[in-house]
């Protein structure tokens, strides 16, 4: 395998960044990708930013060790507390996802937005940095949605658990006169649904799923190893959790891709 063959590495808490590897293997259909899930340490949005930074480091290791050629963290919470480590630490280059506070605003006639996300990453410096340059406009309300991550990862996605936990945090937000939503985890669009049934169509609900893969695309033609094969790519997912709720999810991709799913120990 050769640097533009090398598959494009993808990682995060848990099955949530495959939201991330969906909009990069549909834009990107011919590169070769590896996911890695690390179920078994989530939700991270609840621990230190050392210990999200040394998970991070972890996880990127692993993904070296599978030769990658780029690193794509699909979690918001590990990019807002580790992404600057992770760049200083590695010679590859890493893409990032970040809560699109800032397109929300621009769109927003209310001036107000509301964004659901982590404890990790509403109280990182990186969020605090990008919220105050929006601040003075708008009015952001932000939501910590506890448990939303561990739901999904056990797999009761459509439950009446999780509707009545979302009306919990939804509910608040509506009360404010919010007019957008920014979804800053990649677990919750696979909550979008659910997340209608509470807000109506009115509400624009926003995340940065696509220009997270627009950006992996940008930066592969900038370092010249973008795959041009021809032939699909290859996509090996990881788990370190029983591998029933990543299946589901990516069956219900149904999107042709040839994948492979295995559970190990990392
Ligand atoms: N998908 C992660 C994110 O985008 C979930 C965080 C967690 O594990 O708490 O933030």
């Not at 920014?182 to 049934?197: A, E, N, R, S």
Request: glycine share 6%; proline share 4%.
């Amino acid at each position: 395998m050769n640097s533009t063959t090398a598959p494009i590495g993808i990682f995060d808490s848990g099955v949530g960044g495959t939201s991330i590897w969906k909009e990069i293997t549909q834009l990107l259909p011919n590169e070769n990708t590896v996911y890695l899930s690390d179920s078994i340490n989530a939700p991270y949005g609840e621990k230190s930013k050392e210990d999200i930074i040394s998970l991070a480091k972890k996880n990127t290791d692993f993904l070296i060790q599978k030769g990658c050629k780029i690193i794509v963290v699909a979690c918001n919470t590990a990019t807002t507390n580790a992404i600057k480590v992770l760049r200083a630490t590695y010679p590859l280059p890493f893409i990032g996802i970040e809560p699109a506070i800032k397109p929300a605003s621009l769109q927003s006639k209310t001036n107000v937005i509301g964004i659901l996300a982590t404890k990790g990453t509403l109280s990182s410096e990186l969020f605090e940095k990008t919220s105050s340059t929006i601040k003075e406009k708008t009015t952001l309300v932000e939501i910590v949605g506890k448990g939303l991550v561990e739901l999904i990862e056990s797999g009761k996605i459509d439950t009446k658990e999780m509707h009545n936990l979302l009306e919990t945090y939804l509910n608040p937000l509506l009360e404010k006169n919010i007019d957008c939503l920014v979804l800053g985890c990649t677990h919750y669009p696979f909550l979008i649904d659910k997340i209608k049934q509470i807000t109506g169509p009115k509400i624009q609900i926003i995340d940065s799923g696509e220009a997270v893969a627009r950006q992996t695309k940008a930066i592969l033609q900038k370092n010249n190893i973008l795959n041009l094969n021809t032939e699909k790519g290859k996509h090996h997912l990881l788990i370190n959790q029983p591998k029933k709720v990543l299946s589901n999810l990516i069956e219900s991709f149904n999107s042709g891709q040839h994948y492979k799913i295995e559970e190990l120990h990392f």
